[in-house]
T-cell receptor
Framework: AQTVTQSQPEMSVQEAETVTLSCTYD???????LFWYKQPPSRQMILVIRQEAYKQQNATENRFSVNFQKAAKSFSLKISDSQLGDAAMYFC???????????FGSGTRLLVRP | EPEVTQTPSHQVTQMGQEVILRCVPI?????FYWYRQILGQKVEFLVS????????KSEIFDDQFSVERPDGSNFTLKIRSTKLEDSAMYFC?????????????FGPGTRLLVL
């Protein structure tokens, strides 16, 4: 069965600095998709960034980028120039090509220090 | 920007009672989902729904659960006889399509407490 692991329950970053959130997953599938969702306090989850497994190039969305290492089954999220509004719970998620369901990690709470 | 909405935001019920959680997906979306998160645990998939049929369900989604799209805008999750272990945050999600990088858009959740 596929699993997603986020080993950092909580991370802290100084405003304007860079932080990396880790995510590893376990799958025997070759076609799958990876996502990072952000959940601000008392708000819904919103998509931050997504990656197709067959694409070697790492996805980038403004200050957010990923380091996708398919062989290592690692999908880390880098947030550059951290802002106070980045403070949230971040969830890594996996979906295999033949399924509708997202499989989530346990989440990392990101604190941003002013 | 369109959002998925859920009502109520909080619900308290007695064990054995039926509850209906309501969701209004984004209007042009065709695929609908329910997830839940028990306190301190991971977000777990329950069910996906398309064209008035369940397209996929998890082991959690047993006979006490049902989903329905009663009209053109609402999507509901019914729990027939609630148990203490059904206490969780329930998230509805919707997507325009499925497959590939299609994004699932989540609602804010309904916190269900079973006493």
């Amino acid at each position: 069965a596929q699993t997603v692991t986020q080993s950092q329950p909580e991370m802290s970053v100084q405003e304007a600095e860079t932080v990396t959130l880790s995510c590893t997953y376990d799958t025997s599938e070759s076609d799958y998709y990876l996502f990072w969702y952000k959940q601000p306090p008392s708000r819904q989850m919103i998509l931050v960034i997504r990656q197709e497994a067959y694409k070697q190039q790492n996805a980038t969305e403004n200050r957010f980028s990923v380091n996708f290492q398919k062989a290592a089954k690692s999908f880390s999220l880098k947030i550059s120039d951290s802002q106070l509004g980045d403070a949230a719970m971040y969830f890594c998620a996996y979906r295999m090509d033949s399924s509708y369901k997202l499989i989530f990690g346990s989440g990392t709470r990101l604190l941003v220090r002013p | 920007e369109p959002e998925v909405t859920q009502t109520p935001s909080h619900q308290v019920t007695q064990m054995g009672q039926e509850v209906i959680l309501r969701c209004v997906p984004i209007s042009n979306h065709l695929y609908f989902y329910w997830y839940r998160q028990i306190l301190g645990q991971k977000v777990e998939f329950l069910v996906s729904f398309y064209n008035n049929e369940i397209s996929e369900k998890s082991e959690i989604f047993d006979d006490q659960f049902s989903v329905e799209r009663p009209d053109g805008s609402n999507f509901t999750l019914k729990i027939r006889s609630t148990k203490l272990e059904d206490s969780a945050m329930y998230f509805c999600a919707s997507s325009l399509a499925t497959g590939g990088l299609e994004t699932q858009y989540f609602g804010p959740g309904t916190r269900l407490l079973v006493l």
